[in-house]
T-cell receptor, first 117, second 115 residues
Framework: GAVVSQHPSWVICKSGTSVKIECRSL??????MFWYRQFPKQSLMLMAT?????????EQGVEKDKFLINHASLTLSTLTVTSAHPEDSSFYIC?????????????FGSGTQLSVL | AQSVTQLGSHVSVSEGALVLLRCNYS??????LFWYVQYPNQGLQLLLK??????LVKGINGFEAEFKKSETSFHLTKPSAHMSDAAEYFC?????????????FGKGTLLTVNP
């Protein structure tokens, strides 16, 4: 089946540094990728929708200059948390839509746990 | 606006017992409804979905869910729990908005299965 690879699965960084998270669709073309954030005991909250070759669409309340999203190819989207602070510590998860399938064919990465010291 | 409420953050059942995970939604337009499962250290995997047509949908691993419009519910059931069913389960809603594929998730329900 379709696989989405998310890397790294776990990262610790110092406050003020930037962290890049990669999301790759391994065996399909993903015209659209989504980035979610999950706090403990909370639901996944959509941060932004990433379309290949165009600017990402951010949800209300998400700082686009803080969370930089790049979707330069049909198989790769990246989320960069810039000047990270402890409050950015969270579980980040991506999903990718297979362009050749219908609405429900979203595949999720295994997530990245970010801890900012 | 859409929202999803999953009643019970933690459900514990005995092996062989009925599994019932509750999900209620609110949506101003006809919804698409989904159940996802997340095993430890893995991504979310689609269990089943409702888009249109038959309101009782069957998914993988023996799970099924019924869309009840009058109750705005989409509860997940399985007649007999297996140890391997222990995982986190998420209900999600989207809507039939053309190219809109955005999902709104519930907070999740952790299912534990006791031997």
């Amino acid at each position: 089946g379709a696989v989405v690879s998310q890397h790294p699965s776990w990262v610790i960084c110092k406050s003020g540094t930037s962290v890049k998270i990669e999301c790759r669709s391994l065996d399909f073309q993903a015209t659209t990728m989504f980035w979610y954030r999950q706090f403990p005991k909370q639901s996944l909250m959509l941060m932004a929708t990433s379309n290949e070759g165009s600017k990402a669409t951010y949800e209300q309340g998400v700082e686009k200059d803080k969370f930089l999203i790049n979707h330069a190819s049909l198989t790769l989207s990246t989320l960069t948390v810039t000047s990270a602070h402890p409050e950015d510590s969270s579980f980040y998860i991506c999903s990718a839509r297979d362009a050749n399938r219908g609405h429900e064919k979203l595949f999720f990465g295994s997530g990245t746990q970010l801890s900012v010291l | 606006a859409q929202s999803v409420t999953q009643l019970g953050s933690h459900v514990s059942v005995s092996e062989g017992a009925l599994v019932l995970l509750r999900c209620n939604y609110s949506s101003s337009v006809p919804p698409y409804l989904f159940w996802y499962v997340q095993y430890p250290n893995q991504g979310l995997q689609l269990l089943l979905k409702y888009t249109t047509g038959a309101t009782l949908v069957k998914g993988i691993n023996g799970f099924e869910a019924e869309f009840k419009k009058s109750e705005t519910s989409f509860h997940l059931t399985k007649p007999s729990a297996h140890m391997s069913d222990a995982a986190e389960y998420f209900c999600a809603v989207s809507y039939s908005g053309g190219s809109n594929y955005k999902l709104t998730f519930g907070k999740g329900t952790l299912l534990t299965v006791n031997p």
